[in-house]
């Protein structure tokens, strides 16, 4: 046993794997990401492990989305082989004996890349089956893609490796490739100098047989500098071929057709990056920490002097008027801005707008005191997005459209907001006679469309590698990234019907035709909230009682069409504000606002993430008004989690469990402590309306405690038939009963 032992460890491959654990370990970084990204131990929360393990492609999981994904695949892993093959082969003297050394390193470098190939098979189509319901003929011919081309790259890449050499490309490269020419240019260092032979006695040759290295002729260390020369050339190709295919599909990223599967997209940037990471160990060695340190000193300057800046913009909005100052946003201009005067008048327009949809509820039937309807959702990605369209379309059609016509205001934030939102606008289509049913379960499976592939696929192939394209959204030319992506894939899912700017609602929601909506941001300058609406609602920017108080005024939201008057904030598109509704750290970018300072802003939800403070507000400063003209007064509220749901308590039966759960309470928690907040604001409520106010959830109940749906912009077959099921859980059935009554009367 001890022999065997010997000789399994003596062997290249086994010495290989070691060896990439022993040196230069940031190489593994790349491979840990995505062993935990298909297990589901790294960035489940944003759903990244569907890309891996459901891409798409057009929008859906076929066979060509596999093969792309195989090919990407196969080009990370033959960008490893040749980084590695840079860095270690002085450590493998014994191959530069043997012929085509290269081919050899593969074969005995391929220990890790298979463990990967296997596991990801083996998850994809357990995924594929529990999550996207695919048959067994669906999942065979996904894994005929995904394996068709992974080989078809690697046969091309073997191809080109190692045919004659005497094509013009490979002359130039040779030449602005050589290692010697730039190695010149470091400084010599002793500690570059390094012994660290591989002990191998076997190892695989190129038709997978077992051979020993010592029944081979001594190697020529001439031999050995000309492998590494070609081979430098070879990763500099594959490189560039890498960052070739992403700044081109960047460039075309409208084209459906030429934008890559998001996962296949982060492999290629993988393959870029590690081929970079593998060049500056190669070539600065020692020096290869002054290095790095010098690259973010040179990106953190670029980004101080603003070449290069990562935050996107509210499509639609003028930033770049010079004839037009921007506002400045501190106290003083605030206080001007948000006067009392103003306060008192935009007050009095929503009350005559609440007289106009008064008037409309009697000509239409109603009662002289109709029924007035508040709606808030919550965020939650698509989760949230599928569930309150789900909601509110189901409500609708039991209720004959009333819920629709008795609704004055909605708000929330995030994904809730965007089910409302494409709820809303199918109605009004449906009034416009553009649509004959907006209860079509073909709208449901819209807002079910994935969002997650085009924006992972935009931060890889255009924010990150291409960051310069321009393009004219809303007459203003701006910069692509996922943010536009985002819109763009929203605006495609809706079937166009979201592609309206702010003030195309001004007129209907003014009349009273349709509800007013509110869309919201986080302001993280100062943790103010900016509201976003077709109509002035600076009534809901500061609590009453600091109203006519000059000394002690207290403006803690932004009405963004008073705030940027002269920016053209009426040409907002709606799926830029629904964006600032919903810009998820790191999902999305920060947005910012041309305000002196900049104002930047992010999801609603770390505000408010259920739209209670708004409502509340609306219903407390408006409640002479709403007492006296309605007969009851429904706050539906739409969560995507339970309001009063409990979580397993923390055993902190670790060392890390001890360190940081304490310090990441408030922001694992901080939906329940939003929660819990608003159950205050609710009792206080009441107070105005004497029991008028009826405060109804509906939320989503998942079938299995433990198999929730996910929270990113990005849901499975499972997950759509979980959410649409929870509308018949008892409890909803019961809060629609409960809203049926009221809007009955009974």
């Known amino acids: ?131 996207e319901h695919a048959g067994f003929s669906q999942i065979i011919k996904f894994q005929l893609g995904f394996y068709l081309g992974f080989l078809l790259v690697l046969l091309l890449s073997f191809a080109y490796f190692f045919r004659v050499d005497r094509d013009l490309l490979k002359v130039v490269l040779s030449r602005i490739a050589n290692p010697a020419l730039i190695k010149n240019l470091i400084p010599y260092d002793t500690l570059d100098y390094e012994i660290d032979i591989v002990r191998a006695d076997t190892y695989l040759t190129g038709k997978f047989q077992i051979h020993k290295f010592s029944e081979l002729q001594p190697y020529s260390p001439r031999l050995l500098a000309t492998v590494l020369r070609k081979h430098h050339r070879n990763a500099i190709t ?199 049913d907006p209860y079509l379960a073909r709208y449901q499976d819209n807002v079910g469309k994935d969002l997650l592939n085009a924006i992972i696929f935009s931060f890889v192939s255009v924010d990150l590698i291409s960051p310069f394209n321009k393009i004219s959204v809303a007459g203003y030319a701006s910069t692509k990234d996922r943010g536009y992506a985002m819109e763009q894939e929203l605006i495609t899912n809706t079937e166009g019907m979201l592609d309206k700017k702010l003030g195309d609602y001004r007129v209907k929601e003014a009349s009273g035709i349709m509800p007013a909506m509110i869309y919201g941001a986080t302001i993280i300058n100062d943790g103010r909230k900016l509201l976003m609406s077709a109509l002035p609602i600076t009534y809901l920017t500061q609590p009453e009682y600091t109203v006519n108080d000059s000394v002690n005024k207290c403006v803690d939201a932004i009405d963004f069409a008073t705030f940027f008057k002269d920016q053209n904030p009426y040409n907002l598109r709606v799926t830029s504000a629904l964006r600032m509704n919903a810009t998820f750290p790191f999902i999305l970018p920060v947005v910012k606002l041309p305000s002196v300072p900049e104002m930047n802003l992010m999801d609603a939800g770390l505000r408010d993430n259920f739209g209670i403070e708004t409502s509340m507000r609306y219903l407390s400063v408006l409640h002479n008004w709403i007492a006296d003209n309605t007969r009851d007064v429904i ?75 996910a929270l990113n912009f990005h849901i499975t077959q499972r997950e759509k038939k979980d959410l649409a099921a929870s509308i018949f859980n008892v409890q909803n059935m019961a809060a629609a009963d409960s809203i049926m009554r009221l809007l009955q009367g009974k």
């Open 1 to 131: 046993m001890r022999s065997i032992a010997h000789k399994v460890f003596r062997f290249l491959p086994v010495q290989l794997f070691i060896l990439h654990f022993r040196k230069y370990q940031m190489i593994l970084l790349f491979w840990y990401i995505l062993f935990a990204t298909i297990t589901g131990h790294f960035a489940s929360v944003f759903g990244a492990s569907s890309l891996f393990l459901a891409p798409e492609y057009a929008g859906q999981i076929n066979f060509f989305s596999m093969l792309l994904l195989g090919g990407a695949t196969a080009v990370f892993i033959m960008a490893w082989h040749i980084t590695t093959f840079i860095i270690h082969s002085t450590r493998l003297p014994f191959l530069g004996a043997t012929r085509h050394a290269f081919l050899k390193y593969c074969i005995n470098n391929s220990l890790l890349p298979l463990i990967y190939i296997i596991i990801y098979s083996i998850i994809a189509i357990r995924y594929q089956i529990e999550n």
């Open 238 to 436: 594959a490189t560039l071929f890498a960052l070739a295919v992403l700044l081109l599909s960047g460039i075309f990223m409208d084209d459906p057709r030429l934008r890559i599967p998001a996962g296949a997209g982060f492999l290629l940037l993988f393959s870029v990056v590690m081929g970079v990471v593998g060049a500056m160990k190669y070539f600065l060695r020692s020096w290869e920490t002054i290095g790095w340190l010098v690259i973010i000193f040179l990106v953190s300057f670029l980004v101080s002097k603003k070449i290069f800046d990562f935050r996107s913009i509210a499509y639609g909005v003028d930033y770049h008027n010079k004839n037009v100052v921007h506002p400045d946003y501190d106290q003083d201009h605030l206080n001007k801005v948000f006067s009392a005067e103003k306060y008192q008048q935009d007050k009095a327009a929503e009350e005559h707008r609440l007289a106009i949809w008064k008037r409309r509820q009697i000509i239409q039937g109603n009662d002289s005191l109709p029924p007035l309807i508040l709606i808030s959702v919550s965020g939650g990605g698509s989760r949230a997005a599928y569930w309150t369209f789900r909601t509110l379309q189901y409500l609708d059609s039991i209720s004959n459209g009333k819920l629709y016509c008795n609704t004055v205001l909605m708000t929330g934030a995030s994904g809730g907001m965007i089910g409302a939102a494409y709820w809303r606008e199918l109605h009004n289509a449906y009034t416009e006679r553009k649509i004959n």
């Open 635 to 709: 706050l539906l509220q739409i969560r995507d989690t339970r309001e009063a749901e409990l979580f397993p308590p923390s055993d902190m039966n670790s060392m890390m469990k001890m360190t940081f759960e304490p310090l990441f309470a408030i922001q694992n928690k901080w939906e329940s402590f939003q929660s819990y907040n608003h159950s205050y604001m609710k009792d206080f409520a009441d107070k105005y309306y004497h029991g008028k106010l009826h405060i109804i959830n509906m939320e989503y109940i998942p079938e299995k405690h433990d198999r929730s749906a």
